[in-house]
């Protein structure tokens, strides 16, 4: 079993910054690509940005260079600058593996224009 416990987030202007961090525990694979995903009011959840334990990332088109995603053990962190209203949205962490997904509860990420 795998926990994914999230923090961070809350309200922020256009143009600030905001940081979350997931901590994972339980057995976590070297193969387990961990990620944020996000899913604003009456849109699906989308790929933000996923991490392999080698380092090889992958992001949203709509977060690159402005998103930076890092891992360190068993923990992944999200750092989010230029922040836009459009980027408001409940933020969730994520374990995937060949057996399925792990998720976080989600938090809250608003944007103020």
């Known amino acids: 079993q795998v926990r994914l416990v999230e923090s961070g987030g809350g309200l922020v202007q256009a143009g600030g910054s905001l940081s979350l961090s997931c901590a994972a525990s339980?057995?976590?694979?070297?193969?387990?690509?961990m990620g944020w995903y996000r899913q604003a009011p009456g849109k699906q959840r989308e790929l933000v940005a996923a991490i392999s334990s080698g380092g090889n990332t992958n992001y949203a088109n709509s977060v690159k260079g402005r998103f930076t995603i890092s891992r360190d053990k068993n923990t992944v962190n999200l750092q989010m600058n230029s922040l836009k209203p459009e980027d408001t949205a409940v933020y969730y962490c994520?374990?995937?593996?060949?057996?399925?997904?792990?998720w976080g509860q989600g938090t809250q990420v608003t944007v103020s224009s």
């Open positions: 339980g057995i976590i694979f070297s193969t387990d690509v």
């Open positions: 994520n374990d995937r593996r060949f057996s399925g997904d792990y």
